[in-house]
């Protein structure tokens, strides 16, 4: 069923959304090294049962699985020339499942970070950042989905590039901004949450937060400050299923469907209005933070 984020927004206090995309496309077979982007036509209908499960788990905003799907990333498996194709399938993907469920779903574009590192501390220059987004944005628009959903950034300056670029191509579209803490509290660039929430809200984006990150401790701590700095931000929390752990076979994230409940209900309590979960996580985590934050808190 469609329906927008502000809408959501307008009828729920908190709002659900999906968890990793990597982690069920690996379990679904995609193999180190591949394009998980490639897969939105390959392998499409493995694609839309992940989104298909978040939705049944309760998952009340997917996104797609784009989140690697810029030029520049692209350009690494040579299929820079396939983004718009790319992204466009995604957003379809997304949008068939969101339109297929009972109750109302959005379909958030996901834009992550390009790879590369802008200037001065790297080669990439900001209008060159610009015109990558843009064309990504575009895409994922003419897919049909309800929110561009810029994720995972670690540099103010590249949200400002991926924000620039998603107004060229759609200049009344709204905007969720995420950033990832995993620094000693600090984005790989230095950003703390307060500085994060200065200059994201500037960006008059719909909601901002944090994703990804060693944790739900990281993220419920980003979630804190940024509160105390406002009171009236909607504020995201999309944690990592735990501290991730490396193995031969890859990382493993330890975090329960249980922690990950746990973990649902203080980020609510302290601020966050759209709670979901990011590397690690699978429907099972969803469902089990979907029943807790549906559950009345104890009166003690």
Not at 50 to 73: K, S
Request: glycine share 10%; proline share 5%; net charge negative.
């Amino acid at each position: 069923m469609r329906t927008s984020l502000e809408a959501l927004l307008q009828s729920s206090q908190t709002i659900v959304t999906d968890g990793a995309m990597g982690t069920m496309l690996f379990a679904l077979g995609l193999q180190n090294g591949e394009s998980p982007e490639l897969w939105n036509v390959e392998q499409a209908e493995k694609v839309r049962s992940v989104h298909r499960g978040y939705i049944e788990a309760g998952a009340q905003i997917v996104l797609t699985n784009t989140f690697g799907c810029n030029r520049l990333r692209l350009d690494l498996h040579q299929l820079g020339a396939r983004t718009a194709e790319f992204n466009t399938a995604g957003a379809r993907n997304a949008r068939a499942e969101a339109d297929a469920a009972p109750q109302p779903v959005v379909v958030a574009g996901s834009i992550g970070p390009t790879g590369s590192i802008l200037v001065p501390y790297g080669t990439l220059e900001f209008d060159e950042a610009v015109t990558v987004f843009a064309e990504q944005a575009q895409a994922l628009v003419a897919g049909g989905v309800d929110v561009l959903w810029i994720e995972t950034m670690s540099d103010l300056e590249e949200v400002r590039a991926a924000v620039e670029g998603c107004r060229r191509a759609a200049p009344d579209f709204p905007i969720v901004t995420t950033m990832t803490f995993d620094t000693h509290g600090r984005t790989m660039m230095g950003v703390t949450p307060e500085q994060a929430l200065a200059a994201l809200s500037a960006m008059k984006v719909l909601a901002l937060g944090g994703n990804c990150g060693n944790g739900p401790a990281e993220i419920e701590g980003v979630v804190q400050k940024m509160r105390a700095v406002s009171a009236n931000a909607v504020l995201v929390a999309k944690s990592n299923a735990g501290l991730p752990r490396m193995t031969d076979s890859g990382p493993v994230y330890d975090a329960t469907p249980e922690v990950m409940a746990a973990y649902a209900r203080q980020v609510r309590d302290l601020g966050a209005r759209i709670i979901g979960a990011c590397c690690g996580s699978t429907p099972a985590h969803i469902r089990a933070m979907t029943a807790a934050l549906n559950t009345p808190t104890p009166v003690s």
